[in-house]
Structures are given as structure tokens and as C-alpha cells.
């Protein structure tokens, strides 16, 4: 899919640039001009992502400074979206000792950033259009209510065995059907530091795991995990 681009022209009728005045525009247009294209696309996906406010959000009445929280705000987005892509690949590649500590450690970055964009959103005070009823939504309860949303089919789903006695990660695993009669028992053939394999045998259920938050060990989980 070919990425957007935007001309001068374009860019100055977008609705957070429309009412600036020349010289304001002028200095956004060059700050986000240059040579590289890395760059260049990632000013693209800011410029989406503030396009996204716009057909949600009433931004017709911020102010030049404030724009600039609005393209920082973006920006954290676009952080966290990264953020969540990396940490997906790590669990694809398998959750090991040293992943598990990278994921927690992507998790305490994500909650800075939430806690960055909380703090951009209550200095912008832009509310969601009304489309139905009277109720507004802030971006920040907005981004609230789909991270609860996600988290909760999240947790619903993941389940995590880990081996009582080492505490390797055994099986990441999605089950359709949680019940007493599937029953999974695992090996664990982690290498210690003797030379020989943990050879621990985990016999559980999915219904166990699904009445334990999915998860036989929730005491080693990263919070970002649970």
C-alpha cells in the first residue's frame, strides 16, 4: 500500500494548519522538512494520526502551541503502537528468561508514555465529537476504554505455564474450549546450571488456569502480563 504524502498546499488546508498564519505555517513546514526518508514517513504517520483527530475530534478551536501537543500527542501514539508490534514479535519468537525481561521492561515504557499522553490530553481538552446521545468521551478515556477492552480479551484468551520448580515459561497457549477434561502435561527440559535438564512434569487443566488469571505461577508474571 503506497503511504500518503502530503504537498505545502495540502498540508495548509488541513484543519490544525488551516488557520494558521503564514509565518507560523512557514516554521512547521520547514521543521518537517528533509532529505531523509525514514523521516519523511514517520512525519506522514503523525500527519495521519492527527487526521484521525480531526474526523473524531473538534480541534477547530486549538491554538498554534497547542497544535504542537496535539502533534506530540500523536506521537506518543505512534510510540506506543511500536512499542506493542515489538513486544508481539518477542512473544512470537517464544518467551524466554531474557524476553520476559524485555517485555516488562517494554511495559514500563508503555506506561510512561500512557502517563505522557494523559498529561498532553489534560493540557488540550479536546472532546470527541457527539455523534449520538449527550455524552463526550476525552481522548484519554477514549484510549482508557479500548486499553481496558483489549486487556480484557486479552486475558480472557492468553493462557501461561511456567515449570514449578525453575520457573522456565513451558507454554503460551490460546484455548477455544477452557474445561476440566483438556489437560495438558509438559516436560521441562531447561538446562541447569549442573548440566543435566530440569525434567519437572506440569500436568494442569484449562479450567485451572482459566480460574487462575491463565496463568499456574502469577507471582512471576511481568504486570504488564496480567
Known sequence: MKKRTFSKQSMKNLAQYKDLSDEEFEKVWDTQQTDSE?????????????????????????????????????QALITIEDLEIFNYKLRMEGISDQNLNLMDKIGRQVSQTRSDISKMQDDLKITRKIRKGDKELTVLSEIERLKTKAKEFYESKMNYVFCHKCNMLLSTAWFLYPNAKNRMTLTCNRKLDSGGLCNTIIKITTKELLGKRGTNKSEIMPESLI
Open 38 to 74: 525514514p523521516v519523511r514517513e514517520f512525519e506522514n504517520r503523525i500527519e495521519l494520526k492527527i487526521s484521525e483527530f480531526e474526523n473524531d475530534y473538534d480541534i477547530s478551536d486549538l491554538k498554534f502551541n497547542d497544535l504542537q501537543v496535539l502533534r506530540s500527542l500523536a
